[in-house]
């Protein structure tokens, strides 16, 4: 446990970041809510729950910094384990929709099995690459990684999730590098993988997936079926101009052209209502979260510690990366939640449990940057 000196070592401004970008989202979710819900915010409303699992995650990020982060660790194969099991469970007994089964229903509440996946595999992942500090030139260690990574990869991709999928890939990448992994290891396996693409894509993509692959590349194929939101989210983005619409006032979102409002494509309702400024600022507040998470990486006293905040630091730029590009079609639709501002109670409390890992790194430093 922490103690009460090491308090006024927390980073507040990682914690004002946090909670600014909550309340960003908190403002986007009302106004893509306001046409389905012109009485107001009732104890239902989209931003009642948000609000809600706000708190909860903020909860859950104290009680994950108020523990020693190496206690995950010495807990990381069973953390690991109840990860995969919660990914073969959710198959079997998930509840579905959109084409994909994703969730357990608890409670009237879904919980997605991926997003606690997430956070349990970087877990992991730090574990088995710190105590193998002096063999990552071994290649077994590089495959065992890279294993640990995929099977909850591919578990996810059964769903199936792409998207979810591609982010499990990214935090092995950055992290089996900053382990110190040589670099030969990882361009051979990219060159495998990219060989093998055209035949992968075949074997592994479902009818549904190839489905969403084709509209990506062309939306007017099906515009008023699966190319109806790609295309919303095009003409939303594009008629904020610099300035936007203004709040509340935007025509794809209030007229209810635009699906998914207040999930995949939050981002279009920002471009249309807030226009390119409201973009920037957006991208602002990720961009100095991101260095508050490089700097915990920085001054960790351990190797799991910085391998811990690598893994935090690439989730997050990465979901941010796939949510934006995905509003603006440079990647198919894949489902992945913008990180503080989508609407979910499973994605908002275990990014708020990511930060309480970056908190708790920060604790408990040797020294101090200021």
């Known amino acids: 446990m922490i103690e009460r000196r090491a308090l006024r070592h927390l980073d507040l401004i990682m914690v004002l970041l946090c909670a600014s970008l909550v309340a960003y989202g908190a403002v986007l979710i009302y106004s893509a809510s306001l046409s389905a819900y012109p009485d107001g915010v009732s104890l239902g409303h989209p931003l009642a729950k948000q609000i809600i699992f706000a708190g909860l995650g903020v909860s859950v990020m104290i009680a994950v910094a108020w523990l020693d982060y190496r206690i995950f660790g010495h807990m990381a194969p069973a953390l690991y384990a109840l990860a995969i099991v919660m990914l073969v469970a959710v198959l079997a007994v998930g509840g579905s929709a959109y084409g994909s089964t994703r969730w357990f229903n608890i409670g009237g509440q ?211 990366f796939i949510n934006v590009a995905v509003n603006v079609r440079l990647v198919p639709v894949t489902g992945i939640p913008l990180p503080f501002i989508s609407q979910g109670g499973s994605s908002l409390v275990m990014i708020f449990g990511a930060i309480g890992l970056l908190e708790g790194i920060v604790l408990r430093h040797k020294r101090i940057e200021f």
Do not use: C
């Not at 030139?137 to 990684?145: G, I, L």
């Not at 920085?298 to 941010?320: K, N, P, Y």
């Open 110 to 320: 879904q919980i997605q099995a991926s997003e606690v996946a997430k956070l349990l595999t970087i877990i992991a992942l730090a574990r088995y690459l710190a105590d193998r500090q002096t063999q990552m030139q071994d290649v077994r260690v590089f495959a065992t990684s890279f294993a640990m990574a995929m099977l909850p990869a591919v578990l996810v991709l059964i769903e199936p999730d792409m998207g979810t999928a591609m982010v499990f890939v990214a935090i092995w990448l950055g992290m089996v590098l900053m382990a110190g992994a040589p670099t030969r290891y990882v361009l051979v396996l990219v060159g495998l993988a990219l060989s093998f693409i055209p035949f992968g894509a075949l074997a592994v993509m479902g009818d549904y997936q190839r489905k969403r692959f084709e509209l990506w590349i062309n939306p007017n194929s099906d515009p008023l079926g699966g190319g109806f939101n790609i295309l919303q989210s095009e003409i939303g983005i594009g008629s904020g101009g610099i300035f936007g619409r203004g709040l509340t006032h935007g025509t794809q979102t209030q007229l209810d052209f635009l699906q998914t409002s207040t999930t995949d494509y939050i981002f279009s309702v920002l471009g249309e209502e807030l226009g390119l400024l409201g973009a920037l600022l957006l991208f602002a507040l990720f961009t100095a979260l991101l260095f508050r998470g490089i700097r915990a990486l920085t001054i960790a006293r351990d190797q799991f510690a910085r391998l811990l905040a690598t893994g935090v630091v690439i989730m997050i730029l990465f979901q941010v």
